[in-house]
């Protein structure tokens, strides 16, 4: 439907826990198209969440298979409501940006492996599990619905954030 602009830190909305989504009705699909949108205008963007284009509501988009690192791994383009992270194992340190924080890259310690539960805008309930660079993505972008940033979860503050060159 349309691009949305992202909504940059400190603004208030990115630090909120979003509310579940009661219905799915055409505001909340209007929403999807809207976050799958304004994630494939980003550059090198491989998720977005509802906060991040400034509504409070328990939404994201994935998908990481046009990604080097997501390509071999993934289950294709994810549109989820009410997402859960039903179990999780794992961890590595990756190196994370965002584009609500755009300065700024850092390394963040994430499960490695998850499994997954949420609901499709027809209504379905999807469960799989996920892992690797994938599994890190649901992760960042949930933690956007219960008013985390990849900042929060920064390894080390000592070696853990990195300003990104020829930033413009």
């Known amino acids: 439907m349309a691009v949305k602009e992202i909504v940059t830190y400190p603004d208030p909305i990115l630090k909120q826990v979003c509310a579940p989504v009661q219905a799915i009705d055409d505001e909340v699909k209007k929403l999807i198209e809207d976050l799958v949108d304004t994630m494939h ?3 090198g963007s491989v998720g977005v969440a509802a906060p991040q284009i400034g509504v409070s509501m328990r939404v994201c988009v994935i998908d990481v298979s046009k990604n080097r690192h997501g390509k071999e791994n993934n289950h294709g383009l994810l549109l989820m409501i009410n997402p859960e992270i039903v179990a999780k194992s794992g961890a590595a340190v990756m190196r994370e940006g965002c ?39 649901i992760q960042h972008e949930m933690d956007h619905l219960d008013g985390f940033l990849f900042l929060d979860r920064i390894a080390s503050l000592k070696t853990g954030l990195f300003r990104r060159k020829n930033y413009k």
């Open 41 to 43: 205008a980003g550059p």
């Open 99 to 137: 584009m609500s924080v755009p300065d700024y890259t850092g390394d963040v310690e994430r499960a490695t492996e998850l499994t997954l539960r949420f609901t499709e805008p027809d209504g379905n309930v999807r469960e799989f599990d996920a892992s690797g660079f994938e599994a890190v993505a």
